[in-house]
Each structure stands twice: as C-alpha cells, then as structure tokens.
C-alpha cells in the first residue's frame, strides 16, 4: 500500500495553457474523488469515479475541465485554457467502497499556478 | 445543500492547553463526520471518523464528538504541543461512499 500518488505535485502554467494532471489511487480502491482546494478555504468536490464511471460532477466543473479514468485504475484531470482563478491545489482520494475501511485516502496534491 | 462551518478560523493557544475546536452542518441527514489534519502545502490526514450512529470517537489526545440532532461537532485536543500546529477540517458524507463536504478549517497554533 503505497498511498495515493499524485504527479506533478506543482504546476506553473501561462494563462490559456492547457494542463493535465495524473492521479494514481491505492490499488484495488474502486472510487476515486477530486476535489480543488484554494487558500483559505476547505476542499471542495469537482467529482467522482465508480471503477471507469463518471458518477457525479460537481458544477464548479465547468466545460474547461474534463476528467477520465479510463481503465478503473489512475485518473487524469484537464483543464483546457486556464485562467488565473484555477490556480489551487487539486487533490486526488481514493477509496475501497465497501470494504473494511471505507474512507477517503488522500493524495498530497497538485498546486496549479497560472500566471 | 449542505453547508459545514467551523469556529473559529484560527487559534492560537500556548503548549500544554487543553482545546475545542467547533463544527457545524446544516442537514443532519449525514452518514459519517470525520475530522481532518492537514499541514502547509500538504494533503489530509485523517484523525477521526465519527458514523451516524456514534456519539463520540477518541484516539490519543484527541477525542471527537457528534451530535446529530443540533448539526454540531466538536474535536477536543488535551495538553496541547507545538507538534499539533496545523489546519484541522471537518468533513460530512450524506450517504456512504458520496463527496465529503468540508468546512473552511481552523488555523491552530501551539506556541512553545
């Protein structure tokens, strides 16, 4: 069990930039969360995946933003054309749901600068 | 929509002090509240997981409390150490395996 796994931790970008970000869940964990954090602030919910199912998105993710978990195993996270109010850092959990221990596990995040 | 507060934004309290910290949620309806430490720049880790059914979970110096009815909860953190400095977050999840809903966090410092 090596955590959640999150790549690149920082990100420094020009405004209209395209970025992705990877996560890489606990192995065998079958839902996984993003959820973006600005300073100050609590973590706030963008979505979540059942195995390779999208199951709910939140609408702070607007059409710039597009999510995939292709194989049910690591997820991407895309925004298209950032712009200087993305700048957060976006964190990544996992869970086994269902199983013994039904928490989120989180990552250690992504911090996203657009300049 | 569920809405978390927590009081206050931030503390600062000198070593050995015992401590409240304050939660609050505006739809009873959850199925757990778990509390959060989460260090500058750094991801969660969780401290305590409270279900629905549970009054109160403790571990260590920390001991976490839940009550459903009023919407509130309480993380009380005994003889305070320079250590513990960090942003604590309190989060709720309306049905098992949904998002977390957080608070915005209180700010803690220890001073030696």
């Known amino acids: 069990d090596t955590g959640v796994s999150q790549d690149p931790r920082h990100k420094i970008t020009k405004r209209g930039q395209n970025v992705t970000f990877r996560c890489d869940p606990i192995?065998?964990?079958?839902?996984l969360y993003w959820y973006r954090q600005t300073l100050g602030q609590g973590p706030e919910f963008l979505t979540y995946f059942q195995n390779e199912a999208q199951l709910e998105k939140s609408r702070l993710l607007s059409d710039r933003f597009s999510a995939e978990r292709p194989k049910g195993s690591f997820s991407t996270l895309e925004i298209q054309r950032t712009e200087q109010g993305d700048s957060a850092m976006y964190l990544c959990?996992?869970?086994?749901?269902?199983?013994?221990?039904?928490?989120?596990?989180f990552g250690a995040g992504t911090r996203l600068s657009v300049l | 929509k569920q809405e978390v507060t927590q009081i206050p934004a931030a503390l600062s309290v000198p070593e050995g002090e015992n401590l409240v910290l304050n939660c609050s949620f505006t739809d009873s309806a959850i199925y757990n509240l778990q509390w959060f430490r989460q260090d500058p720049g750094k991801g969660l880790t969780s401290l305590l997981l409270?279900?629905?059914?549970?009054r109160e979970q403790t571990s260590g110096r920390l001991n976490a409390s839940l009550d459903k009815s009023s919407g509130r909860s309480t993380l009380y953190i005994a003889a305070s150490q320079p250590g513990d400095s960090a942003t604590y977050l309190c989060?709720?999840?309306?049905?098992?395996?949904?998002?977390?809903?957080f608070g915005e966090g209180t700010q803690l410092t220890v001073n030696p």
């Open positions: 192995s065998e964990h079958n839902r």
């Open positions: 409270i279900q629905s059914s549970q």
């Open positions: 959990a996992s869970r086994l749901q269902g199983g013994p221990k039904n928490i989120q596990y």
């Open positions: 989060a709720v999840e309306e049905t098992s395996g949904s998002r977390l809903t």
